[in-house]
C-alpha cells in the first residue's frame, strides 16, 4: 500500500548566507553526481541536499511553492521509501527531486525516522559549494503522514 502526502508549503524561508560545512564523506558523495539529491545528517537534522548546475539552482532559488511526498515501496529488490520533491515556479513550470531511503540500511532508517520527528528541514542547493538554502516548516499533517510511511515500512 502506497501512503503519499501532497501538501503545498507557503512559508518557505530563503537563507542566503550559509555557514554550513559539509563533511568530506558527504563532498565525496556529492562528486559523483551531476545533479539530484541526498539525504545527509547534519546537527542531529534530516537535511536534503540539492545539486545541481549553477543556473538551475538560480531557477529554484526563484520558485514559489513547493509540494513534496513519501512512498513505501516494498519490492523485494530494493525496498524503500521514496521522498520527493517538487517545486514550481510562476509559470507552474516544474522542478524535480526525489530520494530513495533504502530500508534494509539502518543509517537510512535511522534518517528518515529523525525526519519523522523534526518540527522542519533544511534544503541546501549545491553546485561546487552551497549557494542558498530553505528552511521548509512541518506541520502537525506532516508528520502524521511520515508516521503512517514509517509504519508501513514495519509491516
Same mark, same amino acid.
Given at each position: 500500500m502506497l501512503s503519499s502526502?501532497?501538501?503545498s508549503l507557503k512559508k518557505l524561508a530563503v537563507y542566503n548566507r550559509i555557514s554550513v560545512? #559539509?563533511? =568530506?564523506?558527504i563532498m565525496m558523495a556529492l562528486s559523483f553526481?551531476?545533479?539530484g539529491c541526498l539525504a545527509v545528517s547534519l546537527n542531529n537534522k534530516t537535511v536534503f541536499v540539492f545539486k545541481g548546475l549553477s543556473?538551475?539552482?538560480e531557477s529554484l532559488k526563484k520558485t514559489k511553492s513547493l509540494q513534496f511526498g513519501l512512498d513505501c515501496i516494498?519490492?523485494?529488490e530494493f525496498p524503500s521509501v521514496r521522498i520527493y520533491f517538487d517545486f514550481r515556479d510562476k509559470s507552474n513550470k516544474p522542478y #524535480?527531486? =526525489?530520494?530513495?531511503?533504502n530500508m534494509?540500511?539502518?543509517e537510512e532508517m535511522k534518517?528518515?525516522?529523525?525526519?519523522e520527528e523534526q518540527d522542519y528541514f533544511d534544503i541546501l542547493f549545491f553546485d561546487s559549494r552551497i549557494v542558498y538554502s530553505r528552511r521548509i516548516q512541518l506541520t502537525k499533517k506532516d508528520k502524521e503522514k511520515i508516521k503512517e510511511t514509517l509504519d508501513e515500512t514495519e509491516i
Open positions: 502526502l501532497l501538501r560545512e #559539509l563533511p =568530506d564523506e553526481i551531476e545533479s543556473n538551475e539552482l516494498k519490492r523485494p #524535480l527531486f =526525489d530520494y530513495f531511503f534494509e540500511s539502518d534518517l528518515l525516522k529523525k525526519f
